[in-house]
């Protein structure tokens, strides 16, 4: 068994075990872990410094996650859009493959929250590499899951070759929150096996700047020098990271470790997460915190992905205004600038 395969049985997953490390009321969860299963590894465990703080919350369940509301389980329609189970075709070049059921760790926001972990994802890989043999359009796949490196390192090259020999297919992403919730997965077997398969992205998820450690900050490193340009999808998520400081600080500190701030996710519409949710103007607020103010590099998009699958939408705060048949630009300092621009 390889090292990070033990760090994932070495994984807590029932109240209990947690109850035995820090003081809260375990018997308000359990029903919560019962309907949607809880993992938290030795790494992102150990990040923990008490009860309620931003690492907890996106780790350990909540009972608000039972709450009912008007929110829904496949809130962009994840489903109606795949022509093959475990598919997702919602962009006319690029789609979406999930090729794991599991993560490291399960957190509490998960956009495929009552998939990921529970049922599981009925993926029909051989239909769906099929599919992508067969759609010329489609140039780029996102392989995500669950967390596809969960898988072991043979299945992963199997579907990596695959896919490789597709003409048509000009690049592959990985989605993978192991550099942040399991460390030790990146490998230097992994990272050669990887850079066989260029041109090839890891996007990783890091929510707050607790998450970045000597660990991570490793991970990425080998990532990197096997020559996988890493990129950061960060979910806005209420008492993590729903601050202006916060926030530029995780973006400045994912460019020191070689990680480039892609998107900032407002929190999509699941039920089941509605208690992580902030405004649009709060979003706005942090944007406004980043632009000008610090590297354009440390500047992702925010954006929202639109309900139903209309894809996402970026969201940016007001810095043009028409005025008669002039353009004025606010700067990120709130100045007003003349631009002449042109017809045509
Ligand atoms: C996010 C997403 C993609 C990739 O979008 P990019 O903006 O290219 O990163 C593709 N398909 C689906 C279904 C998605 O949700
Ligand atoms: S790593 Fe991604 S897929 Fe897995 S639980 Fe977290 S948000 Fe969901």
Redesign the pocket.
Known sequence: MEPWQKSLEQSITTTEELAGRFAFDAEQLRAVVQRYPMRITPHYLSLIEEPGDPIWRQCVPDPRELATDELLPDP?N?AG?SPVPGL????PD???LLVSTTCAMYCRFCLRKHQVGCVGIATDLDRAIDYIAETPAVR?V?LSGGDPLLLSDDLLERILARLHKIPHLEII?IGSRTPVTLPDRITPELCRMLRQYHPLYV?TQFNHPREITAASAAACTMLADAGIQLGN?TVLLKGVNADPAVMKQLMQRLLTIRVRP??IHQMDLVQGTGHFRTSVETGLAIMGGLRGHTSGMATP?Y?I?APG?K??VPIVPEFLERRGGKLLLRNYLGEVIEYPDIDG
């Not at 997702?88 to 962009?91: A, D, L, S, T």
């Open positions: 962009l994840e859009l997702i075709h919602r962009y690029r789609v979406v780029d996102v992403r996007n999808q892609y998107y998009y954006v992905d699958g894809g996402k």
